[in-house]
């Protein structure tokens, strides 16, 4: 038994006395030294460095790009970074994609202007007492709102709005033609402004012959009988105005009645009318 132990004693005095010879390589897990050719996983020390520097240039890139993600509704910073979005060319509009809600580039005309869509959406039928809409929309006619609601516009029909106006003055002493009539029309006054240099009686008929002498008529709606005596009874230097130009206020109710003026004195008498013919 002592024979076995001192037998030991000397190979193991013996091993550590060799001095090996370093022809291996460094593994890659830090395990040691391997003899020979070395095993699989091994990595020579250039191995090693280069994949240190691989790893470097790899956390240098991801600070890049964490630079260039931004938070929502973060404050601009001189010097931000970022991904430039690239847009492609399409003289035409066109879709580059055919399934909704798929992801497409931006696209330009020639002269680089993004393409957008500013078609208004189709007209609506609406109903009279629409509500406000919320969005845009298009209705399909004219809509008028009332003060609550919006309704159908309804079209014009008073000659002074739908029909041009002819302007005619009033200047003279006695009773004129002031607007002469015209075949298969009447007269329609939209606005009447007129002033007496003396107290007199004037008055608006209608017509034929001298100073609408022949078929005489009141005009509907402004005079109250076919005399100077029935008109209005106006003091010196008075006048009267009537209507604003958008309704008419009368009417000659004859076709082609000429439109005339009576008084009742020889003062000066001023002033103007507007007038359409339909």
Not at 11 to 16: A, G, Q, R, S, Y
Not at 98 to 105: C, E, F, S, V
Not at 127 to 156: E, H, L, Q
Request: with cysteine; aromatic share 4%; glycine share 14%.
């Amino acid at each position: 038994m002592r024979q076995l132990q001192l037998t030991l004693v000397f190979v193991l005095w013996l091993c550590l006395s060799i001095t090996p010879t370093l022809a291996g390589t460094v593994a890659s897990g830090g395990g040691g030294l391997g003899g020979g050719g070395g095993g699989s996983g091994d990595a020579s020390l250039a191995e090693q460095q280069t994949q240190t520097g691989l790893l470097t240039t790899i956390d240098a890139d991801t600070g890049t790009i964490a630079g260039a993600v931004k938070a929502e509704d973060a404050a601009h910073v001189s010097g931000d970074t970022g991904v430039m979005s690239l847009c492609v060319r399409t003289d035409t509009a066109a879709a580059r994609a055919t399934t909704d809600g798929d992801y497409i580039p931006c696209t330009t005309d020639s002269t680089g202007r993004v393409w957008t869509n500013t078609e208004l959406p189709d007209a609506a039928a609406l109903a009279d007492g629409t509500s406000n809409p919320t969005i845009t929309g298009v209705a399909a006619y004219n809509m008028c709102f009332n003060g609550t609601t919006w309704d159908r516009c309804v079209k014009a029909t008073d000659p002074c709005q739908i029909n041009t106006k002819s302007y005619a003055n009033i200047n003279g002493t006695a009773g004129a033609t002031i607007v002469t009539g015209v075949s298969a029309k009447k007269i329609y006054i939209c606005s009447l402004v007129l002033v007496t240099a003396t107290a007199q009686n004037i008055n608006l008929v209608s017509g034929t012959g001298t100073v609408c002498a022949t078929s005489t008529a009141a005009i509907l709606g402004v005079s109250g009988g076919t005399t100077a005596a029935t008109g209005w009874n106006l003091a010196a230097n008075g006048g009267l105005t009537l209507g604003s130009g958008g309704f008419a206020v009368g009417s000659t109710n004859v076709n082609a009645d000429n439109l005339c003026m009576l008084t009742s004195s020889t003062g000066q008498i001023t002033g103007g009318i507007s007038y359409v013919t339909q």
